[in-house]
């Protein structure tokens, strides 16, 4: 079973579990079969790993199966987070399969994809996908082999490598894994660093008794928040449910916004290759467009870690970043890591001798609603009448979702359908923040009538 609504614009997410389920190992199964027909990869290796997730063994067993029967070969790396299993198609500069329903609630599972050395899969892969899945033929006889890698510790070395461990004061770290797959990997990855890391929910648990591993959810971030009170901590870490993404929190609690730790990690890259590229979404703020002016170019994407992977290998870029909390670096295969983001951010506070509040207050000047959800019948419908209602209010462009500026006032806000699920997202940004919640509040009163 392959339902049409599991295929999203960049992966496949869909409900596994329940009385409703939208995929299941059969379809596990063919999309194995489809995979190696369109990549042909008959007689050629794929790198396949799976998160914490429930059917995560079965179904990628199933789709490895499937691959096998059409006659490739796969490397089974098990357990790994997202950013793992994009190290693994580096490192073996092979295409990649990665079991995951990122942030999605626990009844879902889902795949990501690459190509060999990290390499973003072509816009329209997954519709191509599921049509061959549709007509595919499973072989009857097992043709392909299938070796197992354990990843975990040249994956730790190689963030290391890239972001090693300097001089300066220890630091308290909370660490919130979300029961996700970031209680896979923090440990050897933050080891030897004069850490004293205080651990939230690291056992792999894909029911997520604690609380949603998704940190775009304030709510889902209050339990780190209130550890670095309690323990008086230097920052926290919440990531995901697949550990690709990471949301920073400062000393005093407070979650720092992913485009000011965009800004910083830009700089710090810029400091290394000065005049280097940056590549951002159209929602990231425009706090990063400022850092970056005169030390570095700046590209704007759509919001997707496809486009941005894919403008990072246009350009060369030395590093991009979405509101979302997905950094991306070219010395990591242009791929996205949420920990070795957290690295960087580590050893920036270290060396500055300031509180994260300090740091992350030089590069911002604006103000944010932060990301909106509304469920709403007909996203066209609703996006049309915003924009009937700012005509003449700013500079309209439709490019990714509804995006309307106006930088005389210092704003813009953008409306957008999710890529993963039935929602109308929300962004809205200002220099002062009664224009933002009057933005905000306008915009959500029109959407949600």
């Not at 920052?235 to 697949?242: I, R």
């Not at 580590?346 to 604006?366: N, P, Q, V």
């Not at 039935?422 to 919640?437: G, H």
């Amino acid at each position: 079973m392959l339902q049409t609504q599991i295929f999203k614009a960049n992966d496949i997410r869909g409900i596994v579990a329940g009385e409703d389920p939208e995929w299941d190992l059969d379809g596990a199964r063919r999309l194995g079969a489809a995979f190696v027909q369109l990549l042909d990869l008959q007689g050629g290796e794929f790198v396949v790993g799976r998160d914490m997730r429930r059917l995560g063994a079965e179904l990628s067993a199933a789709f490895i199966d499937g691959a096998r029967r059409s006659g490739a070969h796969a490397v089974e790396v098990g357990l790994t987070s997202t950013d793992q299993l994009w190290f693994a198609s580096g490192w073996l500069r092979l295409p990649g399969v990665q079991f995951t329903a990122s942030h999605n609630p626990a009844s879902y599972n889902g795949i990501k994809f690459c190509l060999a050395d990290a390499r973003p899969v072509p816009a329209g892969f997954t519709d191509e996908l599921r049509r061959v899945a549709e007509d595919v033929t499973v072989g009857e006889e097992v043709r392909g082999s299938v070796r197992h890698v354990d990843t975990l510790e040249a994956y730790a070395d190689r963030l290391t490598e890239l972001v090693p461990a300097g001089a300066g004061p220890d630091l308290t770290v909370v660490v919130d894994a979300g029961n996700g797959m970031a209680g896979h990997t923090c440990v050897p990855v933050l080891a030897g660093r004069g850490l004293d890391v205080v651990g939230l929910y690291l056992d792999l648990d894909g029911t997520f008794p604690n609380h949603p591993a998704n940190p775009l959810e304030p709510e889902n971030l209050e339990d780190a928040r209130q550890a670095v009170r309690a323990h008086g901590a230097d920052l926290g870490l919440v990531f995901d449910g697949d550990a690709d993404r990471c949301f920073i929190i400062d000393e005093r609690g407070d979650v720092v916004d992913p485009s000011v730790i965009t800004a910083m990690i830009a700089l710090a890259e810029l400091e290394k290759e000065p005049g280097g590229t940056i590549v951002v979404n159209t929602i990231t703020s425009w706090a990063v467009a400022e850092a970056v002016e005169g030390k570095g170019e700046l590209v704007v994407s759509p919001v997707g870690h496809t486009y941005v992977k894919a403008l990072m290998a246009e350009h060369d870029a030395i590093f991009g970043g979405e509101h979302s909390a997905h950094y991306y670096f070219r010395d990591f295969w242009s791929a996205d890591t949420g920990m070795l983001a957290a690295l960087h951010v580590i050893e920036l506070l270290r060396r500055s001798g300031r509180r994260l509040s300090e740091l992350a207050a030089a590069f911002d000047g604006y103000h944010r609603s932060g990301e909106l959800n509304s469920t709403v019948e007909d996203a066209d419908e609703a996006m049309a009448v915003v924009a009937h209602a700012f005509d003449g209010r700013g500079e309209v462009a439709r490019g990714d979702g509804l995006m309307i500026t106006n930088r005389d006032q210092g704003w813009w806000l953008n409306l957008r359908p999710s890529n993963t699920e039935p929602l109308l997202r929300l962004n809205v940004e200002a220099r002062d923040p009664e224009r933002m919640a009057m933005l905000r509040d306008e915009v959500l009163a029109l959407v949600r009538t």
